[in-house]
């Protein structure tokens, strides 16, 4: 994560199931939600606005405004990164979401009005600056109420995903890129997105399954997702939430294992409460070496609406998992 190109690229067992089967669960269509960092975060914001009659709430690390790159690398290497001499266009910006939602490329902005939202900086991030972090924050301002945004910017963090005794050092960018900040971020976000969670035992099981993701090589995407389905949410009428993890750039599962998955801390949360996880991964390729979420146009000019390749994609798996 020490280059510049790194910084914007960043930015149930299957059984005996059939590869193409989509496993489906008994999920609350009422919480449905999404995070994820960096790149990761900027796709959660996308499929937030583009699909918010589907997710009812966000969480986004060290991410960036909906549009700031307008599908321009020029612009994600120089107004996305704050460099001097260029501005991120928020009204122009904003004028944008308001359109692509009146004609239909993103859901009604109604659809918002009682999300809640949770976006983290770390203060010692200067991969991300704190000023791009906020044109995200008023983003969110400009479309809903203030009580409904929580921004943490206080823990000292660098580019990287804070968990609480697992990873390396929290001032230090080492992969798989999460930082031992004494800060849960996992559980911090999971509360804010289901508030009223119950805290979590070391003895919960953890276990994680290898899952075929239908449409995925159309979208620059790995077929095979992991997917982690709480000892719960086995059982018919169970209205489980869930939750759709996004990584940054150069920690999917090809390049990393599972090791985001374990160390970032959703897993324990989710088990004590019957939250199904899922963790779709990025392919890399040459338009996109290290394996990050398309929040700047490489999987075609549609990237940012509801029929953006990967958008639909991601959410088509949702809406199977859900029986949707």
Avoid at 67 to 95: F, W
Avoid at 240 to 253: K, P
Avoid at 266 to 287: G, R
């Amino acid at each position: 994560m020490r280059s510049c190109t790194l910084v914007i690229l960043l930015f149930c067992s299957a059984g005996s199931m059939r590869a193409d089967e989509v496993r489906q669960l008994d999920i609350d269509p009422a919480r449905i939600t999404v995070s994820g960092i960096s790149s990761g975060a900027q796709m959660a914001h996308q499929l937030h606005l583009a699909y918010s009659d589907l997710f009812s709430g966000a969480a986004m690390l060290a991410g960036g405004p909906f549009g700031c790159a307008e599908g321009s690398m020029l612009n994600a290497l120089g107004r996305c990164l704050a460099k001097p001499g260029t501005e991120i266009p928020l009204p122009e910006l904003h004028d944008s979401i308001v359109a692509a939602a009146a004609d239909g490329r993103l859901a009604s902005l109604e659809n918002l009005s009682n999300d809640p939202v949770w976006i983290f900086h770390g203060s010692l991030d200067d991969a991300v600056p704190l000023a791009v972090n906020d044109a995200l924050v008023n983003t969110y301002l400009a479309l809903i109420s203030s009580d409904q945004v929580t921004v943490i910017t206080n823990i000292p963090a660098a580019h990287t995903f804070p968990a609480d005794g697992v990873g390396s050092d929290c001032d230090k960018l080492a992969s798989p890129f999460v930082g031992d900040c004494g800060y849960d971020a996992a559980g911090q976000l999971l509360q804010t997105l289901y508030p009223g969670l119950q805290p979590w035992t070391a003895e919960a099981s953890t276990a994680i399954s290898p899952v075929k993701l239908q449409g995925a090589a159309d979208a620059m995407l790995d077929e095979n997702a992991w997917l982690f389905v709480p000892s719960a949410c086995e059982q018919e009428g169970a209205g489980c939430a869930l939750h759709l993890v996004l990584h940054g750039c150069a920690q999917s599962a090809s390049q990393v294992q599972t090791a985001f998955i374990v160390q970032s801390g959703y897993l324990h949360w989710a088990e004590k409460n019957n939250i199904v996880m899922a963790f779709p991964q990025v392919v890399a390729s040459i338009v996109n070496p290290l394996a990050c979420w398309d929040w700047w146009g490489y999987s075609g000019d549609n990237y940012l609406w509801r029929d953006g390749k990967q958008m639909s994609t991601l959410v088509n798996w949702v809406r199977q998992l859900a029986g949707r």
